[in-house]
């Protein structure tokens, strides 16, 4: 595995400019996730010209209460619910390992007579890739207020969600005539979790491996060095959790902050966080597109 790279010098290159036709050329980019779930991001990026430098911030553990999610599991496979609600693909991740826990595929632990509700693009194709539907989606917004706008309503639902998940999800599928089941999937915890209870995740995004190809891996002391002497361009937060980790590591100076959505956006403001961009689509490309306008903004 890659090693805590230090601080880069002084004369690291900040700003995207325009390069051979590559967008982030020159830009040191810091990227706030675990390397496992950002190898298709770091690709993007460095494909778009950028330099990537990991620091990740959150970690996911099994939920304590391992008896009442069961409960709940079984009662999916048994029929017990119209309504699976997928809110992140670590969701999904927890999913497969009961299933494999049972003996089962996902296909079997979630019955052909459920439906299934999807936030995110990485999760619909980690359920598709199980061979399952994806029968409500947002059409725009990637979050819990986009697929209420999407939501027709009523039916007995399964919401397995983190531990830090707002009510807006839950509040929302009740006041629209569901009858809601919801269970803790998840812990989000700092990295790193514990390794006895860290949740296993495979690659994410369509990523080839588990590792980015390339990339250094910072320390939080590190990180703060680098934010404070201005050697990274933006930083991209990837939900609230790592917002309201990023605003610990000290003042951003001029690296620009960009979020993959509105809902990581208003934690950033409600910080006191300026928001350069935040991604149209939350996706690697998405991603790589927000922090080009936040570099090189019209």
């Known amino acids: 595995m890659t090693q805590p790279s230090p601080s880069s010098g002084p004369d690291t290159p900040q700003s995207g400019q325009q390069s051979g036709g590559k967008p982030l050329a020159g830009a040191r980019v810091l990227v706030t996730r675990s390397p496992e779930r950002s190898a ?38 048994a029929g017990a619910f119209d309504w699976l609600v997928a809110s992140s693909a670590t969701t999904v991740h927890v999913l497969l390992e009961k299933a494999a826990e049972r003996g089962l595929g996902l296909d079997r632990l979630i019955p052909a007579g459920t439906r299934i509700a999807a936030i995110g693009p990485a999760t619909r194709r980690l359920l598709e890739s199980r ?11 990637q979050s819990a207020a986009g697929l209420l706008d999407a939501w027709p309503g009523g039916g007995r639902i399964l919401l397995p969600q983190a531990d830090i998940a707002a009510a807006t999800l839950a509040d929302g599928l009740r006041a629209a005539g569901g009858e809601v089941t919801t269970v803790t999937a998840y812990r989000t915890v700092d990295y790193p979790a ?56 000290g003042p951003l100076a001029g690296c620009r902050l960009v979020a993959i959505g509105r809902s990581t956006a208003d934690q950033a403001r409600a910080l006191g966080l300026d928001v350069a961009a935040v991604a149209e689509e939350p996706t690697p490309e998405g991603l790589v597109a927000a922090v080009a306008k936040a570099l090189n903004p019209p």
Do not use: K, W
């Not at 061979?131 to 725009?140: E, K, M, N, S």
């Not at 201005?230 to 937060?237: E, N, P, S, T």
């Open 40 to 77: 298709a991001l770091v690709d993007a990026l460095e494909r778009a010209g950028a330099t990537t430098v990991l620091l990740p911030l959150i970690d996911f553990e099994r939920a304590p209460d391992q008896h009442a999610l069961d409960v709940a599991c079984d009662a999916l496979a």
């Open 131 to 141: 061979g399952l539907t994806v029968a409500v989606a947002p059409d725009g917004e």
């Open 194 to 249: 514990a390794a006895e209870r860290r949740l296993a995740v495979q690659a994410e995004d369509g990523d080839a491996g588990p590792q980015p190809p390339s990339y250094s891996l910072l320390t939080p002391e590190a990180a703060s060095a680098d934010l404070a002497a201005g050697r990274i361009a933006a930083v991209i937060a990837a939900s609230p959790s790592a917002v309201r980790r990023i605003s610990g590591l």
